[in-house]
């Protein structure tokens, strides 16, 4: 059973610029999310993916999308690169899309994105 | 709104001793989840413990148990038998009710120093 993976590990980008992070679920993971983490925050929820089509969003601006492709694997692209998008992207993925409380998401090591 | 507050930055324990690490929670949903999740420098979350608000014993997987207090919305990590590799960055989490998403709410965590 291969975990979630994630590329590039680490990214610089200047201003302005656009940047697209890659994210491999969980075998047998329908359900990606997209995570960003600041420096000395906890993660914060981007939006989550299920079945090739967004199911939820956070309080991110549409310059944040996403895709997922048939086989469940997922992009964060992000446009207009600003000084306060420095961070740590992590994805997760899951079975089920659904709220279900217990359910359990599995993270990948992240991508550090750097905005110079 | 739901908020995870976790109050201590930073911990130090000796090896083999036990730690407590603190979590209190704000929800006005009468169902809801509550995770904790371990981060070392790796990048990757890795999910610890889950306590449901209905259950009626405090979760237990291993040498982690979680201390739930629901009275006082807390729902704290107690490592037992601390380890040189326990020590990395601690996040508690919570997932509010059921939806069509597996957001989850995170705290700013507690980083673990574990001394030999």
């Known amino acids: 059973e291969t975990g979630v993976t994630q590329s590039p590990t680490h990214l610089i980008k200047t201003r302005g610029q656009q940047v697209t992070l890659r994210c491999s679920s969980q075998?047998?993971?329908?359900?990606v999310s997209w995570y960003q983490q600041a420096l000395g925050q906890g993660p914060q929820f981007i939006f989550q993916y299920y079945r090739e089509e967004e199911n939820g969003r956070g309080n991110f601006p549409p310059r944040f999308s996403g895709l997922q492709f048939p086989n469940y694997s997922s992009e964060l692209n992000v446009n207009a690169l600003e000084l306060d998008d420095s961070a740590l992207y992590l994805c997760a993925s899951s079975l089920n899309p659904e709220s279900r409380i217990n359910e359990k998401l599995f993270f990948g090591s992240g991508t550090q994105l750097s905005v110079l | 709104a739901q908020k995870i507050t976790q109050t201590q930055p930073g911990m130090f324990v000796q090896e083999k001793e036990a730690v407590t690490l603190d979590c209190t929670y704000d929800?006005?949903?009468?169902?809801?989840?509550l995770f904790w999740y371990k981060q070392p420098s790796s990048g990757e979350m890795i999910f610890l413990i889950y306590?449901?608000?209905?259950?009626?014993q405090n979760a237990t997987e291993g040498r982690y148990s979680l201390n739930f207090q629901k009275a006082r919305k807390s729902a704290n990590l107690v490592i037992s038998a601390s380890q040189l590799g326990d020590s990395a960055m601690y996040f508690c989490a919570m997932r509010e009710g059921v939806g069509a998403t597996n957001k989850l709410i995170f705290g700013t965590g507690t980083l673990l120093a574990v001394q030999p």
């Open positions: 075998s047998g993971h329908n359900t």
């Open positions: 306590q449901g608000s209905y259950d009626e």
């Open positions: 929800t006005s949903d009468q169902s809801y989840g």
